[in-house]
Each structure stands twice: as C-alpha cells, then as structure tokens.
C-alpha cells in the first residue's frame, strides 16, 4: 500500500510539473515585455514556413488576448514600441454565442472617457458596438462569440498610455486594460 500511495504521489507531482511548463510556455509566447516579439526566432520559425518569413516580420509584435464567459480578458495589459506594427488576436475561450457574451477588442485613444464611449457603443449593435462616425477608435476587432478568434494588425500610435476595451454593452467596466506605447 505504501507503494502504490508513493507512485501516486510521484506521477501527481510530476504531472503538476508538466502542466505548469506548458502554462508558463503559454504565457511567455503571449507576454510582451520589451516591444519586440514574444516569440524567440526558433519558436517562430517552427510556427511558420520559411516561405512565410521575411525580414518586415522582425517588427511585428504579435499579441493574444483572451476573453471568456465571465467578461474578463486574460490581459490587463499591453506594452510595444511606438510605429510597430501590432497584430492582435482575440480569442473568445467561453461557449456562449455573440449575442449573448460577444467580446471584442477596441483601442480608444487618449482621453477618451470609457464610460462615455461605452453608453454611445450600446446604440451602435448592427456595428459591432463601434459608434459610426467616432474619432475614438484608434484600431478594433469585430464582435466575436464562444469558441471563436479573430486577427487585426494595426501601427502602433505614439508613446503613451492608452485604453483598451470590449465595447458590448456592460463589459467595457470589467473588460479593459492598458496599451503603452513606449
């Protein structure tokens, strides 16, 4: 019995071992410190072909945030270089449909009162909740349901501190985080 309770022991902690090396595998690629690409360039060049590589790539930083369910994104914050092209992918990792819990990812510009903007995107659903004609986007996704990812790629503005949001009613108080720009 003892056997059998230390082998129990032994494979719990290394499986506890192995999980938490893909985890933090999975926040490295995600993480982005200094502006420059979360990937190292072995990493990259197993993720594409080498027909895919070109030298413009090494100024894309490439940034996957998370929404889920229970209105959080999995970033509170975002930090690259300013004039770098950034392609953020949105992944909502909930099950419920758009209409029900949509996320997407808008970048407002600075000094833009989230709450303002906020009561305006409710009125603006057949536009992905993105007010027609505002000056208060600098970049957005489209609205996105339960299982579902979308890619955008845009320049990063000038150095500073700017807001991020999901602008589906009542989310953009709990879903939102920073973009610096340094």
Request: glycine share 10%.
């Amino acid at each position: 019995m003892k056997f059998l309770s230390k082998t129990v022991l032994i494979l719990g902690a290394v499986a506890m071992i192995a999980c938490g090396d893909k985890k933090e595998e999975k926040e490295d690629k995600i993480t982005i410190g200094d502006g420059t690409s979360p990937q190292s360039q072995t990493e990259a060049a197993t993720d594409k072909s080498a027909s895919e590589m070109n030298s413009s790539d090494e100024d894309v930083v490439e940034v996957t945030i998370e929404g889920n369910d229970q209105m959080r994104f999995n970033k509170d914050e975002i930090k690259v270089k300013a004039g770098q092209t950034v392609r953020i992918t949105l992944k909502h990792v909930g099950e419920m449909e758009k209409t029900v819990m949509g996320h997407n990812w808008v970048l407002l510009t600075q000094g833009t009162v989230i709450n303002e903007f906020g009561q305006k995107a409710v009125q603006a659903k057949d536009n992905d909740y993105i007010p027609e004609g505002t000056d208060a986007v600098i970049a957005h996704t489209k609205m996105i349901g339960g299982g579902e990812e979308v890619t955008i790629e845009f320049e990063a503005p000038e150095a500073g501190e700017y807001d991020f949001i999901c602008s589906f009613p009542g989310h953009y108080s709990v879903m939102k985080g920073k973009f610096i720009v340094e």
